[in-house]
């Protein structure tokens, strides 16, 4: 499942794309009026003016938008099977979220804080609503939020409504919800609403891919909801709403290992801990949480790995390890009492990560998630189990040992590339010796495309004020170089002032032009939602694949461009 927002938002996500969203969906639908905020003076990291400016310079919170007007009613079918009405909780706060009840991204995220930020607001609590709606068009059936609801921990303490599309779609409708299938998976906007006691919208967030900010949107949910409540009662936190550091692949850091020394999570060592970080040789992750159960059988799969660790541990391959992301499990005991019900341990370790700051460092949008990373912490390859399945042993170790055999380089210099690249066919050489100019508008951009026909084509859409854009352009610049004799490479610098994308060009080096032109203008070559987005186009000039979101991994890259490019 993929994400527009909040269920499975992985395109937007990636590409830093987030805040705004909602709104721009709903101007029309709902009144929004933005309110100042006070001017209380600093007296503490988390007084309200300190709070403030740390939430606005803080990428992976939401705020929340005030806005007004009464909240469209509507009436659905809950996981019990009950109709439920949004009007039959006047007197209460709603905290009302948008979810796919199949989701693996960002709704896992959303239901943990409006769950979190119920209990932080104590015996008040009692006085707000948590109710969801489904927000996916495949997954109407009331069996669907009963077994989300179910995994999650969530049977009683919410309603999760759900019904035939010719009764959502009105719903999603009034509250500016897109929900829709692109490339097989579903992107869904994602909105949480605030709705007072008497039934009146108050603020609307959006869930951003943080797991560590997970407890961070729990406090502005219940702040939320508090300032509704008779006598603005307090909440029982004091979190503050500054950027959480992350745990990084070249940071050193040592996890608690579950089950502990000979316990159920397989090998690992005495002691507890399971160290990751730089050094050593590379290593295979795997995140996952125990509700990935509900989507697949995570039981079945991980065992099945204990023969991808018996490969390894033969044949020198990377040794795998698991990361239960603790910070969104339904409770403390779900992950120790799904592996001491698995029918044989697994011959591997099963690391905690609770704060979530490894698999945000780590990048992982979805779950189940794979990763290579290699000794020095450079991540050389990826897989979203959820979008591609699982891999079977045979498969998996092709993927890992064709990933370290492509371990990337620092990318060649301009001399350098050029170098490499002497002896082009003329189409191609004429783009290395345009390499890192910006031109044209897009009828330029479409008119060197069909003066490409006959070769293979990577596009990449990007923008300077994109950090995953600045990421992951030292792969496209590898892959420029290490392709350019069989593939054309070029950009399209996309809602970008001129000035910046020269002078971000002149310090990203790649074997490639850019075209200056916007993501409408590219919408004539294919549908897509955001930077990055990389498209690949066979050699009559027909889109064969497009990436959306940065490529986090040479590995991942080059294999596309095998695949899609050069159709091996």
Not at 292 to 304: H, K
């Amino acid at each position: 499942m993929r994400g527009f927002g909040a269920g499975t938002r992985r395109s937007l996500v990636r590409a830093g794309l987030v805040g705004a969203v909602a709104v721009a969906l709903m101007v029309g639908a709902l009144a929004f009026t933005r309110r100042s905020p006070s001017p209380p003076s600093p007296t503490s990291p988390t007084s309200p003016r300190s709070q403030a400016a740390a939430l606005a310079s803080n990428p992976t919170l939401d705020p929340g938008t005030p806005i007004h007007g009464v909240a469209p009613d509507f009436t659905l079918t809950d996981q019990f099977g009950r109709a439920v009405s949004l009007s039959a909780f006047r007197g209460k706060v709603v905290i009302l979220a948008f979810n796919d009840p199949q989701c693996t991204t960002i709704c896992p995220l959303t239901t943990t804080a409006m769950v979190k930020a119920k209990r932080l607001l104590g015996p008040t609590g009692a006085r707000v609503q948590l109710l969801g709606v489904g927000a996916n068009p495949n997954a109407t059936e009331i069996r669907w939020v009963r077994a989300y609801s179910e995994t999650h921990g969530m049977m009683h303490v919410w309603h999760f409504l759900n019904g035939p599309l010719a009764r959502l779609e009105p719903v999603w409708r009034a509250y500016g919800i897109e929900a829709q299938i692109v490339q097989g998976q579903v992107d869904h906007t994602p909105a949480v609403y605030v709705i007072d006691t008497r039934g009146r919208l108050s603020r609307l967030f959006e869930t951003q891919m943080s797991y560590a900010s997970v407890g961070q949107l729990a406090a502005l949910f219940a702040r939320a909801a508090a300032s509704l409540l008779p006598g603005h009662p307090p909440i029982r936190s004091t979190t503050s709403y500054a950027q959480i550091p992350l745990i990084e692949p070249a940071t050193p850091v040592t996890l608690p290992r579950a089950g502990g020394a000979g316990g159920a999570g397989g090998a690992g060592g005495a002691g507890g801990g399971v160290a990751l970080g730089p050094g050593g040789k590379p290593r295979l992750l795997l995140f996952f949480d125990t509700w990935d159960s509900e989507v697949t059988d995570l039981a079945r799969e991980l065992e099945a790995l204990n023969a991808y660790a018996a490969v390894a541990g033969r044949a020198g391959l990377p040794a795998l390890t698991a990361i239960d992301e603790a910070s969104v499990e339904p409770s403390a005991g779900a992950l120790g009492r799904f592996l001491h019900g698995l029918p044989h341990p697994l011959a591997y370790p099963v690391a905690i990560d609770s704060s979530g700051r490894v698999a945000d460092g780590y990048r992982v949008q979805d779950e189940p998630y794979l990763e290579l990373i290699s000794r020095s912490g450079d991540f050389l390859w990826y897989h979203d189990v959820s979008v591609g399945g699982w891999l079977g042993r045979g498969a998996l170790v092709s993927e890992i040992r064709a990933a370290l055999a492509r371990v990337p380089q620092m990318p060649a210099s301009g001399a350098e590339a050029q170098r490499q690249l002497a002896g082009s066919p003329p189409a191609l050489g004429g783009l290395h010796r345009q390499a890192g100019q910006l031109l044209g508008a897009e009828p330029a951009l479409a008119a060197r495309l069909r003066s490409l026909r006959g070769y293979p084509v990577v596009l990449n859409v990007w923008a300077s004020w994109c950090p995953p854009c600045r990421a992951e352009f030292p792969l496209l610049a590898n892959a420029s170089v290490s392709y350019g004799r069989r593939v054309a490479f070029l950009g399209a610098d996309a809602e970008d002032q001129a000035t910046n994308a020269r002078s971000f060009l002149a310090h990203h080096t790649v074997a490639y032009p850019s075209y200056q032109t916007s993501t409408e203008a590219l919408s004539s070559l294919a549908s897509f939602e955001g930077v990055p987005t990389t498209m690949f186009f066979d050699r009559a000039g027909r889109l064969v694949y497009l990436h959306a979101g940065q490529y986090d991994a040479q590995g991942t890259l080059d294999r596309d461009v095998e695949s899609y490019a050069l159709g091996a």
